[in-house]
């Protein structure tokens, strides 16, 4: 009865008044969908449709909600497409959800991007049982060939020599470090996932970097939201999304490469790398339902992609600030020079008697500030922050930067200041030194990239000096992408 009523009115109904009834249907549903969850934190007004998409500026996302952050405190939330994100801001309350309530915020959320890429497979975006035990096997695995016959340190000086030599053939003049970094850098953990290093000539290598290095540029973009926020309507449209999608493609391929050849001479009595002993631990009885074809080949990327872009971006600005930090290169030098002098190279053991040289890798750091933002996490359970409700599936921004610059904690926030890691000459640790995040689910190669970082550029610093080239000043600016890295530049390297 109703239901002939209702579509006698709808027969009766012009376009033009049909489309005004669908209008005015499609923003009300969109608006009871704006409406915020019974406390939940505050925050601005979502426009219709596009949520808080355009109250930010993505070229500087990690600072851009200042004002919003001082109109309504330490936890407040926005829209993105149809998702609630939750900034959290400050010491104790990252702290809270790093921490103390790790276990009610260690999901990823399943960003559409991110899904058509790794799908919920690998260490980065997986979740539950299976996360923890990639993450598991990851960790122990990278410990195990951290005491291998050849060990990392040996690995990492190793390659300090072939990067210093390469640097040492562009004879003073001024050259882009980047890739050659990069490849330094992105050897270390090829060799532990692949049982391989890769020479600066290879051009298959280089391509594949700057594939890698381009797509961590556009995945930082305004194109991720957009595509997160009207994913299946972008998924058939062209635009930078695409290239994001054929770029993985072609590292997918990389690593499948990489994973038929090791299978062909796999040995299970001789375990090589990473790789190796993943397919040995597919191949027991009892191996955990998780130990797979998709998992071993997502687990390699993840691996060899974040390990090769942090450690290097990083890397990138300790050059740049030492060329713009003159007298304080000059104490690092003098500081190799008693501790190391030229005759050997740098080992781990020299970092406790070198409190200055310690000090310049954590303000680089500190002050690279490389993932402003953290990597988003999501509620597991209904749970609460600050007095407020935080339900089930709610995405949070622990905000990296509000502690890594945050006034309470460092004498001068904005300066680059060794200083904020030294007591008395002495190194002294600071908890608000968080780069690498905290609590269950932070960086999986914390140690790994410490020892890379303070192996590096000490090899660097004892045998070169870096300054800017002639008539040129350096510029801190950055570009913004999944990592803060330094806009390209040029410098000189003059052999000491
Ligand atoms: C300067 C160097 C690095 C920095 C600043 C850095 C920073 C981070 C941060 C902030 C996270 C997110 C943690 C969280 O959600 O709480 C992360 C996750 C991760 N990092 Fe790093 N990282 C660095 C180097 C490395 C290296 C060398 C590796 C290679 C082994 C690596 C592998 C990973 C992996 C696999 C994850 C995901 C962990 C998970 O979701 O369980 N990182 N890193
Ligand atoms: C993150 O912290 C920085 C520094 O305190 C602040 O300027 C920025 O507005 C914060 N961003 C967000 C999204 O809360
Ligand atoms: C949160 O949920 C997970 C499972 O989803 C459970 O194992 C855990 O105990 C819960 N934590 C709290 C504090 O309720």
């Not at 402003?372 to 999501?378: D, E, H, I, T, Y």
């Not at 006034?407 to 000459?425: A, I, M, Q």
């Not at 689910?441 to 192996?455: N, S, V």
Request: charged share 20%; proline share 6%; glycine share 4%.
């Amino acid at each position: 009865m109703l239901l002939q009523l209702l579509s006698v009115l709808w027969e009766s109904l012009s376009l033009p008044e049909v489309l005004l009834f669908l209008a005015s249907f499609l923003l009300v549903a969109d608006y009871l969908k704006r409406r915020r969850p019974k406390g939940f934190p505050p925050g601005p007004m979502a426009l219709p449709v596009l949520g808080n998409m355009f109250s930010v500026d993505f070229r500087k996302l990690h600072l851009s909600m200042q004002q919003i952050a001082e109109k309504y405190g330490n936890v407040f939330s926005m829209q993105f497409g149809s998702e609630w994100v939750v900034l959290v801001n400050g010491l104790p309350l990252v702290k809270e959800v790093l921490v103390h309530q790790g276990e009610n915020f260690l999901d990823r959320p399943p960003f559409p991007l991110t899904n058509e890429i790794t799908g919920k497979f690998g260490l980065l975006a997986s979740n539950g049982l299976s996360w923890k035990q990639q993450r598991r096997f990851a960790l122990s695995t990278l410990r195990n060939f951290g005491l291998g016959k050849k060990s990392l340190e040996e690995r990492i000086q190793d390659e300090s020599r072939y990067l210093a030599d390469a640097i040492e053939d562009e004879k003073g003049q001024p050259f882009d470090p980047h890739f050659q970094i990069n490849n330094a850098v992105s050897n270390i953990i090829c060799s532990i996932v692949f049982g391989d290093r890769f020479d600066y000539h290879d051009h298959r290598f280089q391509k594949l970097l700057q594939i890698l290095d381009q797509s961590v540029v556009l995945q930082g973009s305004i194109w991720s939201q957009v595509y997160d926020t009207f994913p299946t309507i972008m998924k058939y449209l062209p635009g930078p999304h695409q290239t994001i999608f054929k770029n993985w493609e072609q590292l997918k391929a990389f690593v499948k490469e990489m994973i038929e050849k090791h299978k062909e001479d796999w040995n299970p009595s001789e375990t090589r790398d990473f790789i190796d002993a993943y397919l040995n631990e597919m191949a027991k009885d009892d191996a955990a339902s998780s130990f797979h074809e998709q998992n071993l080949l997502f687990s390699t990327l993840d691996l060899f992609f974040a390990g090769t872009e942090t450690t290097s971006t990083t890397l990138r600005w300790a050059l740049l600030y030492m060329a713009l930090n003159p007298e304080i290169q000059a104490r690092v030098h003098s500081e190799i020079d008693s501790e190391i002098g030229q005759s050997r190279q740098p080992r781990m053991e020299d970092r406790d008697s070198m409190p200055y040289t310690n000090a310049v890798v954590h303000e680089v750091q500190r002050i690279s500030n490389i993932v402003p933002l953290n990597v988003p996490r999501m509620a597991t359970n209904d749970t609460e922050l600050a007095g407020f409700r935080v339900p089930k599936g709610t995405i949070l921004l622990p905000n990296l930067t509000s502690i890594l610059f945050d006034k309470d904690e460092w004498e001068t926030p904005d300066v680059f200041n060794p200083n904020h890691f030294l007591e008395n000459g002495q190194f002294r640790k600071k908890e608000a030194f968080m780069p690498f995040s905290a609590g269950k689910r932070a960086c999986l190669g914390e140690q790994l990239a410490k020892m890379e970082l303070f192996l590096f550029f000490t090899a660097l610093l004892q045998k070169f000096t870096f300054q800017a080239p002639k008539d040129v000043s350096l510029s801190l600016d950055y570009r913004m992408g999944l990592t803060l890295s330094p806009q390209p530049y040029r410098i000189c390297a003059h052999p000491r």
